[in-house]
DNA sequence: TTGTAGGCGTTATCAA
DNA sequence: TTGATAACGCCTACAA
């Protein structure tokens, strides 16, 4: 038999009415009340009903995230991370984390936000890998339900989000390969056209320009993301006329196929050939050699989403609604002359 | 202003009653009027207020699932696919996922549970890492909350459990060794002690057992989880006087040290030495030699899971409490001769 | 076949 | 400083 709040009105015969104001730390009840009220509280095991609450205050402390549900993303551990990080910081605000998954784009997808939104089931949402022309953008501004996002869409509405700026950090990296002398860099890439691709191309092309490099459009792959392709790809770069002597990286499983056919020509990584890699799959620095990478903080990416929407849910004015975040730069021995193999 | 059942019974000059009957599918509620309703409750864009039908039927159609949050787990792809398998089965079955991450076994899990059970947020859990003598079971079954939890503690309780059989399989993947010629077979764990590796070690023994092989007790090793532990690994296996052949891994980052051991003593894998690895942290069909690998059918897991866990909410009797689970043998290159290196 | 009315457990308004 | 009372939106006896 759950305990209410009828419980402990009658357990101190007082009213709910001050058993409620208690609790909720009312200014107007008296500090012996008050402890009275909490000391019974915590005897009988007393929590409001949540939805008795919900209810009646109108909110739900909740916020949605509903997962991109892909065959290619179920084994992707940036969504661990992501979704730990929301429920922490959720957590953190009082707020809980209510989880869906669709398949990016359905119906599916559209009926779970429309269904949240209208049942009144979350008081926010979390989104990420947002589409150019976003449904859920338009839908959500319209109902006046507030979210923040991970990368923004082409549109012209004002919400808070989230960018993993890549190009600056990325063309620090150009730098530091020509300052370990490693001068001829190619760019092995996915055929994808996420925005989140498109900057690290240009991180990469800045690199050059300020390096005064020359652009060599041999140098740039079209990958997939096998460790098949990545041999394909390195194999292809070994046998330009003037190959590099530099392989920045989508993944790290291409990478592995890179490190093969590195192998295969007798190249010696970190001397011969510099590797680096965007997060990938697994932690590159316990491999052995450690591979020099650049990472997404991910649950750091995923506290701040969470904080700005509740600011949003509060109506709390941000400065800032534009986050940028740098991603982490790891060196390893793969770009580092004189380090082990 | 969110529409409500009012809203829909107004538009229709008819009383809520009927609308919420004809929504439920209530058979004494006339066709015409059905029709007219659902037609109402589409064009007004109604669906019932949650925390009412929640406050009201007592139950609320939620699922929940604490993440366990140490630091080594926020990037396991194990996550991301279990919590998408939660999440679609629970949507399949018509109930939302809620979502928390605390440290295993803290106060902050034990608030959590409590907080969801005493608020009345959730129906009930799936649990996993369970622990000797955990507590939630205890807890949960004194509440009469229900529950589902992928693998058992060491308790007596009747609860619904999800068993992953690595032992059967292993030792099927030591015949198959056998079968290929490779009799000289090591083991590489960790020195964790959770069910799970005894489980996988117990195979190891039956296997040998079963073809008559002796059991060599320098041919286990206990390794961390690094690459740099599978390295040291398997070069003091090669020291001994008569090295294996074959190398069972517990995972695939320590693998990537057994290859570059197995590369500096010029053995190709596949044919002088075997190596097998234990579901990891990438998909070891997608590298080149791709690894034979026994992968547990995480999604399916959490889908039986929250299967089990809704008959037990909705007092189905099952006929089956204690589901066995198979894990995936995945045959590649690395343990067949004659294959590409 | 439909409508009336009470109550789920809280919070908020108002009066005492 | 406290208490009675009215919602919040829905479901469901029970009555018509």
């Not at 020099?292 to 989403?305: D, F, G, R």
Request: net charge neutral; proline share 5%.
């Amino acid at each position: 038999m759950p305990v209410t709040i009828r419980d402990v009105a009658r357990h101190l015969s007082i009213s709910i009415t001050t058993v409620s104001r208690a609790l909720d730390g009312y200014s107007d009840v008296s500090e012996t009340t008050r402890q009275r009220v909490i000391q019974a509280a915590r005897e009988l095991g007393y929590l409001p009903n949540r939805a008795a609450r919900q209810l009646r205050r109108k909110r739900t402390d909740t916020i949605g995230y509903i997962l991109p549900s892909g065959a290619f993303n179920s084994s992707d551990p940036f969504f661990s991370g992501f979704i730990t990080g929301l429920a922490d910081e959720a957590a953190h605000g009082n707020y809980d984390l209510l989880v869906s998954s669709a398949p990016i784009g359905g119906d599916i997808e559209q009926q779970i936000y429309q269904r949240w939104v209208c049942e009144k089931r979350v008081d926010g949402f979390v989104l990420n890998h947002v589409r150019q022309n976003d449904w859920r953008i338009n839908y959500l501004t319209d109902e006046q339900v507030p979210f923040s996002s991970l990368e923004r869409s082409a549109d012209t509405h004002d919400y808070p989000s989230v960018h993993v700026e890549y190009s600056t950090c990325v063309s620090r990296l150009v730098n530091h390969l020509v300052g370990q002398g490693f001068k001829r860099i190619a760019f092995i890439g996915t055929t994808d056209d996420l925005t989140i691709h498109t900057d690290r191309y240009q991180g990469y092309r800045l690199g050059l320009t300020m390096n005064r490099l020359p652009f060599d459009e041999t140098l740039v792959i079209q990958s997939d993301l096998s460790s098949t392709g990545g041999y394909r790809a390195a194999k292809k770069l070994q046998l330009l006329p003037k190959p590099p002597n530099a392989i920045i990286c989508v993944s790290d499983i291409p990478a592995a196929g890179v490190l093969r056919a590195a192998d295969d020509a007798h190249l010696r990584i970190g001397e011969d050939l510099a590797l680096v890699v965007f997060d990938g799959v697994q932690d590159s620095q316990r491999l052995q050699p450690t591979l020099t990478s650049v990472n997404q903080p991910v649950e750091e990416i995923a506290h701040l989403l969470v904080r700005m929407l509740l600011a949003e849910i509060k109506g709390t004015s941000l400065v800032e609604r534009q986050a940028v975040i740098q991603p982490i730069l790891r060196f390893g021995h793969s770009t580092s002359k004189g380090g082990p193999k």
